[in-house]
């Protein structure tokens, strides 16, 4: 390999990702929330900073997001996740 095909490779593994892209999820039980991303991957409480009450109930006590999709917007090396909405 020549010295510049050397320092090509050396340059491309230093760019920069694209960055964190928003990903969907599934609320499968709550009150100890859980949000299943994948068929392997579910995450807790302990994955989630939440910008939305994902635990608010309606008249009959019931939580109103059980089941429903969110938006989640992975960060610390897709390590955590930050709850951003719920999709309509």
Same mark, same amino acid.
Do not use: H, W
């Given at each position: 390999?020549?010295?510049?095909?050397?320092?090509?490779?050396?340059?491309?593994?230093?760019?920069? !990702?694209?960055?964190?892209?928003?990903?969907?999820?599934?609320v499968i039980e709550l009150p100890n929330t859980k949000i299943r991303i994948s068929d392997k991957v579910i995450l807790t409480d302990s994955h989630l900073?939440?910008?939305?009450?994902?635990?608010?109930?309606?008249?009959? !006590?019931?939580?109103?997001?059980?089941?429903?999709?969110?938006?989640?917007?992975?960060?610390?090396? !897709?390590?955590?996740?930050?709850?951003?909405?719920?999709?309509?």
């Open positions: 390999m020549n010295g510049i095909t050397e320092l090509a490779k050396l340059l491309k593994e230093r760019e920069n !990702s694209d960055g964190y892209t928003p990903m969907f999820g599934t900073t939440l910008c939305i009450n994902l635990k608010e109930q309606n008249a009959d !006590s019931e939580y109103i997001n059980l089941g429903k999709t969110v938006v989640l917007l992975p960060y610390a090396n !897709s390590q955590k996740f930050i709850v951003i909405g719920v999709v309509i």
